[in-house]
Antibody, heavy 123, light 110 residues
Framework: QVHLVESGGGVVQPGRSLRLSCVVS????????IHWVRQTPGKGLEWVAV????????HYVDSVKGRFTISRDNSKNTVFLQMTSLRHEDTAVYFC????????????????WGQGTLVTVSS | SVLTQPPSVSAAPGQKVTISCSGG????????VSWYRHLPGTSPKILIY???KRPSGVPDRFSGSKSVTSATLVIAGLQTGDEADYYC????????????FGGGTKLTVL
C-alpha cells in the first residue's frame, strides 16, 4: 500500500523560508512523478508543482515561480518543496500526491495523497 | 479557474447528480480528465481517471465521461456520505504547462 507523509509545516513570518518533505513508502519512488498541491482556507485545491520520476521535468504554478523549488532524493524516498519569500497568500495545507506515471512530458493524475501539512504565513 | 465547475449541486438521497467541468483545447481538449472527492481536513481521493476509468474500490455509482472540451461526473444512488467537494483536473499543455483543477463543486445531499 502506498503511503505518503508530509512534514515541515509550521508558522513562519512573511519573507522567510520553509522546507516541506514528503516521504513515500510502499512503492518504488524512482518510477513516479510527485506533485505538491495546496488548499487555502475556504478555497479549492490549487496545484503547486510537479517533478518527474528522475527530476528532469519540473513545472510550477505561476504564483510560486522563482520562489519555490521542488526536488527529490530517490535514494531516501523523499520529495522536497523549498519555499522562500513566503507571502500571506501561501498560507495553506500542503499535500504531496503521487502521479500515476513518470511525468516524462505531461502528468496523468494523482492516485495517492498524503495527509497534508499546514503552513501559516503570519507576522 | 482554467476549468469551470458549478459551485454547488444538490439532490435527494437515491437520486442522481451531474457535475460538469468545462475547459479548452489546451486542457480537456488534449488531455485526459480525472475527478477527486475532498472533505476538508482529510486527504483528497481519486474517483475517476483517464476520463472514465474507476480505480479499484470506487463504487460503480461514480462514472465519468468526456466530450471535446468538457467532462462530466455522474453520481447515482446518492448517499448522505457523498456530501463533499468534487474537483475535476487535467494537464494544461498551453504556454505555461502545468496541472489545473476546477474550482470545485460542493455536493449537498438533501
Amino acid at each position: 500500500q502506498v503511503h505518503l507523509v508530509e512534514s515541515g509545516g509550521g508558522v513562519v513570518q512573511p519573507g522567510r523560508s520553509l522546507r516541506l518533505s514528503c516521504v513515500v513508502s510502499g512503492v518504488t519512488l524512482s518510477k513516479y512523478g510527485i506533485h505538491w498541491v495546496r488548499q487555502t482556507p475556504g478555497k479549492g485545491l490549487e496545484w503547486v508543482a510537479v517533478i518527474s520520476y528522475d527530476g528532469s521535468n519540473i513545472h510550477y504554478v505561476d504564483s510560486v515561480k522563482g520562489r519555490f523549488t521542488i526536488s527529490r532524493d530517490n535514494s531516501k524516498n523523499t520529495v522536497f518543496l523549498q519555499m522562500t519569500s513566503l507571502r500571506h497568500e501561501d498560507t495553506a495545507v500542503y499535500f504531496c500526491a503521487k502521479d500515476r506515471g513518470r511525468v516524462i512530458v505531461t502528468a496523468s493524475d494523482f492516485d495517492s495523497w498524503g495527509q497534508g501539512t499546514l503552513v501559516t504565513v503570519s507576522s | 479557474s482554467v476549468l469551470t465547475q458549478p459551485p454547488s449541486v444538490s439532490a435527494a438521497p437515491g437520486q442522481k447528480v451531474t457535475i460538469s467541468c468545462s475547459g479548452g483545447s489546451s486542457t480537456i481538449g488534449n488531455n485526459p480528465v480525472s475527478w477527486y472527492r475532498h472533505l476538508p481536513g482529510t486527504s483528497p481521493k481519486i474517483l475517476i481517471y483517464d476520463n472514465d476509468k474507476r480505480p479499484s474500490g470506487v463504487p460503480d455509482r461514480f462514472s465519468g465521461s468526456k466530450s471535446v472540451t468538457s467532462a462530466t461526473l455522474v453520481i447515482a444512488g446518492l448517499q448522505t456520505g457523498d456530501e463533499a467537494d468534487y474537483y475535476c483536473g487535467t494537464w494544461d499543455s498551453g504556454l505555461d504547462s502545468g496541472w489545473v483543477f476546477g474550482g470545485g463543486t460542493k455536493l449537498t445531499v438533501l
